[in-house]
């Protein structure tokens, strides 16, 4: 799997106004840019994940039920 580079900040920011947009939200200002630092943590966590490189002969684990 390629690696997906980070956003610039004027991307992330673009991102950020294009799904509050399409998921008809709004961000309060004072909020803005702890959202924007969680958008961006989130992002790099999902990276490391996607950067995983999985077999294909793996199974999901089962579910854990008490």
Do not use: I
Not at 8 to 17: C, G, I, R, T, V
Not at 25 to 33: D, G, H, K, Q, Y
Request: hydrophobic share 55%; aromatic share 4%; charged share 15%.
């Amino acid at each position: 799997m390629s690696a997906v580079p980070p956003l610039s900040p004027a991307e992330l920011e673009a991102h950020l106004d294009a799904a509050t947009a399409l998921l008809g939200l709004t961000v309060a200002p004072e909020a803005r840019a702890s959202t924007l630092a969680h958008l961006a943590a989130t992002m790099a966590a999902a990276r490391l994940v996607s950067g995983f490189a999985f077999d294909d002969e793996l199974e999901p684990a089962p579910v854990f039920r008490p």
